[in-house]
């Protein structure tokens, strides 16, 4: 199957993203805790400290909103004109088009949770391997999940100006997901 036919598929008019319900919002400011943390951090030797600076703030902002689905998070994280460049036919670019997606995945997978494997940090980029874990227990299109677990990867490759993501390039295994919500064969 081609990619566009994966993505028709997935993204039929509205697209998916991921976040794990439950989470109680709490201010910014003091948030950097609670934000998901990777386990390495790799940067190039021009990039010192990179696991505190902004562009890994930046990230983590944007992959604990996919964790949790708290909107502030991805206000937070995106520049007022962020762009997605494999952008799936049906979702509105911007803002919008990521919180979109995550209502979408949310009525999926109630309780799919993301967590950062690993990040790396050259220049004006951040790269993110995400690992994406839970149940769909909910409906995607007209199907009735059966709490069949959800298990994929996927790759993201931000470019951070001014401590805020202006780009984001991704690719999501598809196969997997699409096996996994039943929707084609294996």
């Known amino acids: ?20 319900a439950g989470f109680m ?10 934000l998901l943390a990777p386990p390495t951090v790799i940067a190039d030797r021009d990039t010192p400290g990179a696991e505190s600076d902004s562009r890994v703030l930046a990230a983590r902002r944007y992959d604990t909103f996919w964790n949790t689905g708290d ?10 004109n962020f762009i997605d460049r494999t952008l799936p036919a049906g979702r509105p670019q911007g803002l919008e088009g990521a919180m979109q997606a995550s209502r979408v995945v949310r009525e999926a997978v ?17 790269v993110v391997h ?3 874990r839970g149940h769909f227990t909910g409906t995607f299109r007209q ?29 999501e295994d598809n196969l997997t997901l699409l096996q996994q919500l039943g929707l084609i064969s294996g």
């Open 1 to 20: 199957m081609t990619r566009a036919l994966f993505r028709s598929l997935i993204w039929p008019g509205t697209t998916a993203s991921l976040a794990l």
């Open 71 to 80: 909107p502030e998070l991805a206000r937070a994280a995106l520049a007022p």
């Open 110 to 126: 109630p309780d799919l949770a993301c967590s950062i494997e690993q990040m790396i940090v050259a220049g004006d980029r951040v």
């Open 130 to 132: 995400l690992h994406f």
């Open 25 to 34: 919002p709490m201010s910014l400011a003091g948030a950097a805790s609670a």
């Open 143 to 171: 199907t009735k999940g059966q709490g069949e677990t959800i298990d994929f990867v996927a790759t993201d490759i931000y470019r951070v100006v001014d401590g805020r993501i202006a780009e984001n390039w991704h690719i």
